[in-house]
């Protein structure tokens, strides 16, 4: 496996993943008529626009590489200094189901704490949907805090609760094993 940053070519692999990971996690909570017919499109779209067609300077991201098999299998996406008060925004972490609890989505935050550096003094953070039990678990054992509630923005015609993750200090993820 390898970590690489995320490049323009990884748009259609990226959406692939983010569609499936979606398809996985969230199940039961978005409409199934959007998770099997209309997400593969929406995160083309999606994706083509962060990458090609307006991309943001502020915006940086990392792959994970199955080099064996030739697929990225894990991804994360993020705002540098997105919010005044929040800091930098981890807009997408995601990893292929097949690929979960092995660490990957550890090492996706870890590359982002690098990227970011040691004079970064904003803190870093990312939603969560309130349902969605195993990432908060995973994001509550790397020492997330959960901040506030809202409401996400609309995917498949649903708005759903959501939870506000923050590390104020993005070096301690440097420091977990």
Request: charged share 20%; glycine share 8%; with cysteine.
């Amino acid at each position: 496996m390898r970590l690489r940053a995320l490049a323009p070519a990884d748009a259609p692999a990226v959406a692939l993943l983010h569609a499936t990971s979606w398809r996985s996690a969230y199940r039961g909570m978005l409409p199934d008529s959007f998770l099997d017919h209309d997400v593969v499109a929406d995160r083309q779209t999606v994706w083509q626009a962060r990458l090609h067609t307006d991309p943001s300077s502020a915006a940086f991201g990392h792959v994970v590489e199955d080099t064996a098999a030739g697929q990225l299998i894990a991804f994360t996406y993020a705002l540098r200094g997105h919010d005044p008060v929040w800091g930098t925004l981890v807009d997408n972490l995601h990893v292929h189901p097949d690929h979960k609890g092995q660490g990957l989505g550890r090492q996706l935050l870890q590359a982002v704490a690098r990227t970011l550096g040691p004079e970064h003094q904003q803190p870093l953070h990312l939603w969560v949907l309130d349902a969605n039990e195993p990432a908060k678990r995973f994001y509550a054992r790397v020492g997330a805090e959960f901040a506030e509630r809202s409401l996400s923005a609309h995917f498949g015609g649903v708005q759903l609760p959501e939870w506000r993750c923050v590390w104020r200090d993005p070096a301690q993820l440097l420091a977990l094993g």
